[in-house]
């Protein structure tokens, strides 16, 4: 079991805006995003749709080629691994759990199947230690009796077994870092706890690092020691998961952590309703992102695009007004001066 | 600025007659084998101008209860028993031209993904317009102005009404059906997971302005949803439905601070909280019951943590009694034996 | 128990295996059995497979023997679907020719569903450069009227064998379903699994093969019966206009000689309308089969008729 770093470095990925063979335009997905998942820890990467985490997910298990940008993982450059033996490799250490329970199983399969193919595809095992293997995986993520789970299909377990079946599957190949799109949006939720707690568990045990992929603060704060907050295509904020939930510096986390809806709290500022997408831009002008939405906006923010600066211990933040770099300090007193 | 989310109690109280009331509502689905119990003998009661929450998982019938209200069940499902009453007249049995009419007049429903029910290959505004002429005698331009005013009414600018739906965000969309429900200012609006597939901020939004537009218009709201948390916030009574049953209802508030069935509390203690201390959790175990052969008694007793054979004439009870709604302190029901017998 | 699957997908591989009492129904029974429809177009199918089995024993005598003392009669005990113009017994000629018809169409169907699965899938998953050729060959053999080639390759075909013309049919009978086949597989090679797959480091062929095939079963049969019926119609067509191969018999041979011999003009209706109704069964029972086929693997077709009970009694409020 390896217990190496994920680095992520500049990844960016732009999609043709459009159906046009020669369409100029280009979709934002993902700019610029640099982080690091360390074994033994959850980051949580959060956002809403359209802000770029999926595809950050998929870019992660090479679903999906950057357009640019590396991914250091085990001495190399995962993102320009080209011959099939470097990428089943890197597969063979970095894997996905996928959001929908109902979708990501093949339904013709049994659930063995599912468990056994990894296995034998990267000859995690010897033949004939196969089916003990796949059995020892549905019990580390109690699906139990496992011989009686294994020669299910899945239309006949419930979402949340499925998803526990799609997690076996993952930690068969004995990964180091698992990547968790959403794993329990699409679950009752009376279930979910079950799967963050197996999470929990499993990086504990095993010390994976985990990317957990969500638009939901509440269970971020339950797992996730790091959380990474993104908007349109950006990581906006940066840091331990206490520090930026408890003392949010950029104005879209603000509003995420005021949207959430959280009973305990009787009273509760109404919510200034601004048009804006949280999405992906078609070529987005220089400036912030979030300038249409934000109550602190000042005039530098809609013309130069700030950048990730660190502006607490271990807290970075990409706004001009709370994680200011000097440039635009200087910039700002030119303005309030004038 | 919003004060709490709950609207004091005697503002309601003062008016008691309920608006739409189901009394034994019970919906059958007809299978190869046995019919299958959607919902099994559901009393609801909402008051005119009050936002009734119904919350529950999947499969508990919540979805049907709302489709049986307005009338609009498709075989093979059917309503097997019980009576549905508007103002204290029965719905079932009318004729389907009178329930023509009162469906979207006098209640309006915003279906669950209802943004992706507008016709692709129409302007918004003209959907309008179809809908509008389809009960009362407009004329066209009335018809678009009144669109366009109700565009305006739930925040989005005048001149989309000439847009496309692709050219509308998913939020835009789902505002959009909101104002078509609310065309024929109804009496009671019944919103069937309306933001579930939108973002927190987005929902957010739209709540509020439903809050202010309940405020302004007088109408009901029958809010039905999984998100608990987002009910003790934004509604004034709360409904816990499990397994074709109804197993709690109290005021917002008391559902939050005093959850009485098992159940409830199990679901109170799904949602990991934002503040406060980060303990482990564990929701509640096992899954939903196959509603085709349901637990005997009480039907969540398999999965109650406070079902056990130690007490063996309470366990009785819960394995072959089906527990009954009962009043346990002012507006506070629940169907539950541990309760009744004291234990909780 | 299973939870309501909510993205209401439809599901293009086999129905699922059902336990009724000790027996477990596979999937592919189910299939083919699962509906009113699909059991009345195979047990016409079956029929006439039967027949065309045991064809060598109930015939009487052999297709092309001729004796002119007994032309051009019509049905009688001796010969119970008449005889020729050459005194050839019209019932041996149809249930012998049952084999040749019902195995060249057979052949035919399951070359071009082959060719339509292989081909349309992998240009499905695979894309790009792949995708582009399949799509233009798809293009170029949907084009060409099919009938009117088929008539003028026909004509230049030295040998018109049977293996020639099941060549011929199901090379150029593909491109339809390939057309099908690959929409469906695009829909398909999107879903999470096929991506999981790829993740945990499955090959293309693999994929193709064991994860998008299996879900596509029920459409893939769809496909064979289809071009089979499609194949029997062409078929029979070409060998009424005389393209076919005359040293042996089958339906469309008989009509072609019964309307080289003005059988009509001669008031002869039995040449025609025996072989002819060879032909309307076998198709007919295909076109049911298939539209049984389809309506088990797309329950939205389904129309449920449900027994409603006239008289509901009331129950009480609680």
Redesign the interface.
Same mark, same amino acid.
């Given at each position: 079991m390896s217990t190496a770093e994920l680095e992520v470095r500049g990844l960016t990925k732009h999609f043709r805006a459009g159906n046009a063979l020669f369409a100029r335009s280009r979709v934002h997905a993902v700019d610029d995003v640099s982080f690091t998942l360390r074994p033994g820890t959850i980051t949580a990467l959060v956002g809403e749709s359209g802000s770029g985490k999926s595809t950050i997910a998929r870019l992660l298990v090479r679903l999906y080629d950057p357009t640019s940008g590396r991914i250091v993982f085990a001495g190399g450059d995962a993102a320009a691994a080209r011959r099939r033996r470097d990428v089943l490799r890197y597969r063979s250490q970095v894997q996905m759990i996928f959001q929908d329970p109902f979708g990501s199983l093949n339904p013709a399969k049994t659930v063995r199947h599912h468990v056994a193919r990894p296995l034998r595809i990267h000859g995690v095992v010897p033949r004939d230690r196969v089916e003990a293997r796949v059995h020892e995986l549905l019990e580390t993520v109690g699906l139990v009796p496992p011989e009686k789970i294994a020669a299910k299909y899945p239309h006949e377990l419930s979402g949340g077994q499925r998803q526990r079946v799609a997690i076996a599957r993952a930690l068969a190949v004995e990964p180091s870092v698992l990547v968790a799109d959403e794993p329990i949006s699409m679950l009752d939720v009376s279930i979910r706890l079950g799967i963050l707690n197996l999470m929990l568990e499993l990086k504990q045990e095993r010390r994976l690092a985990f990317l957990y992929v969500t638009h939901d603060l509440a269970s971020a704060r339950y797992v996730a020691d790091e959380v990474l907050v993104m908007y349109a295509g950006q990581i906006v904020e940066q840091g331990p998961t206490e520090r930026v939930l408890g003392e949010p510096l950029h104005p879209y986390t603000r509003l995420l952590l005021e949207s959430v809806p959280d009973p305990s709290r009787a009273e509760r500022p109404e919510i200034e309703v601004r048009k804006g997408l949280a999405s992906a831009a078609v070529d987005p002008p220089e400036g912030c992102r979030f300038v249409a939405r934000c109550p602190l906006a000042i005039g530098v923010c809609s013309r130069v695009t700030p950048l990730l600066q660190e502006a607490r211990a271990g807290r970075r933040a990409r706004c001009h007004v709370t994680a200011p770099s000097s440039a635009t300090r200087e910039d700002r007193h030119v303005e309030l001066a004038s | 600025m919003i004060a709490t989310a709950l609207v004091p109690e005697e503002r309601v109280q003062r008016e008691p007659e309920p608006l739409l009331e189901a009394r034994g509502l019970t919906v059958e689905y007809a299978t190869r084998e046995q019919p299958v119990r959607a919902v099994d003998g559901v009393d609801l009661a909402i008051r005119p101008g009050e936002v009734l929450g119904l919350a529950g998982e999947s499969g508990c019938g919540k979805s049907t209860v709302a489709n049986a209200l307005m009338q609009v069940l498709r075989p093979p499902a059917r309503v097997s028993g019980g009576s549905i009453l508007f103002r204290g007249e029965d719905l079932t049995g009318r004729s389907r031209e009178e329930l023509r009419r009162f469906r979207w007049r006098n209640v309006s429903m915003v279906f669950q993904s209802a943004m992706n029910a507008l016709n692709p290959v129409m302007r918004v505004g003209d959907q309008f317009v179809d809908m509008m002429r389809a009960h009362e005698r407009v004329s066209k331009q009335h018809a678009l102005r009144r669109a366009a005013e109700l565009l305006d009414v739930v925040g989005i600018d005048k001149r989309r009404v000439r847009a496309y739906p692709h050219e509308l965000s998913g939020g835009m969309r789902q505002r959009v059906i909101i104002a078509m429900a609310l065309a024929l200012n109804p009496e009671l609006v019944i919103m069937d997971e309306p933001t579930t597939a939108l973002d927190v901020v987005v929902q957010r939004e739209i709540l509020q302005q439903v809050r202010e537009l309940q405020r302004d218009l007088g109408f009901a709201v029958l809010f039905i949803t999984h998100d608990l948390c987002l009910l003790v916030e934004f509604a004034h009574r709360i409904a816990i439905m499990y397994a074709g049953e109804i197993v709690e209802e109290a005021p917002a508030a008391e559902i939050h601070r005093d959850p009485r069935h098992p159940y409830t509390i199990g679901l109170m203690q799904s949602f990991p909280p934002l503040h406060g201390p980060i303990v482990r959790m564990t929701g509640i175990p096992g899954a939903p019951p196959d509603l085709a052969a349901p637990p005997r008694g009480c039907r969540f007793h398999p999965r109650c943590p406070r079902c056990t054979p130690d007490d063996a004439p309470l366990y009785a009870r819960q394995t072959t009694e089906r527990p009954v709604l009962r009043e346990v302190s002012p507006g506070h029901r629940v169907a539950c034996h541990l309760v009744e017998a004291g234990r909780r | 128990? &299973?939870?309501?699957?909510?993205?209401g &997908?439809v599901?293009l591989?086999?129905p699922?295996p059902r336990t009724r009492g000790r027996f477990a129904i596979p999937g592919w029974l189910r299939l083919v059995l699962g509906n009113a429809k699909s059991r009345f177009g195979l047990a016409l199918v079956l029929f006439m497979v039967v027949i065309a089995v045991i064809a060598p024993w109930i015939s009487v005598a052999h297709p092309n023997d001729f004796d002119l003392l007994a032309a051009r009669q019509g049905p009688s005990w001796h010969h119970l679907f008449g005889t020729s113009d050459q005194g050839s017994d019209i019932f041996s000629q149809v249930v012998l020719g049952a084999r040749r018809s019902l195995l060249l169409g057979a052949a035919a169907a399951a070359l071009a569903t082959v060719l339509a699965a292989v081909l349309g899938i992998t240009a499905a998953y695979a894309g790009g450069l792949v995708d582009e050729v399949v799509n233009f060959l798809t293009s170029v053999f949907l084009v060409i009227p099919v009938i009117p080639l088929l008539v003028v390759v026909s004509g230049y075909l030295k040998t018109r064998g049977m293996t020639t013309m099941i060549l011929v049919l199901g090379l150029t009978l593909w491109a339809f379903e390939a057309r099908i086949l690959r929409g469906q597989a695009l829909a398909l090679r999107n +879903?999470?699994?096929v991506? &999981? &797959?790829?993740? $945990?480091?499955?090959s293309t062929w693999r994929i193709v093969f064991g994860?998008l095939m299996?879900?596509m079963?029920s459409r893939i049969a769809a496909a064979f019966v289809f071009v089979f019926y499609v194949a029997l119609l062409v078929d029979a067509g070409l060998e009424f206009l005389g393209l076919g191969d005359t040293s042996h018999t089958s339906w469309g041979q008989t009509l072609y000689w019964a309307q080289t011999n003005s059988a009509v003009l001669q008031g002869e209706w039995w040449p025609f309308l025996f072989p002819g109704l060879a032909l309307v069964i076998t198709v007919v029972g295909l076109v049911f089969l298939l539209a049984g086929i389809d309506e088990v693997s797309n329950p939205r077709l389904r129309t449920?008729r449900? @027994?409603?009970r006239w008289l509901?009694p +009331? @129950?009480? $409020? +609680?």
């Open positions: - | - | 128990m &299973a939870q309501v699957d909510p993205t &997908a599901s591989g086999l699922k +879903r999470d699994f991506q &999981a &797959a790829k993740v $945990a480091g499955e994860e299996p879900n079963v449920q449900v @027994r409603t509901v +009331r @129950r009480e $409020a +609680r």
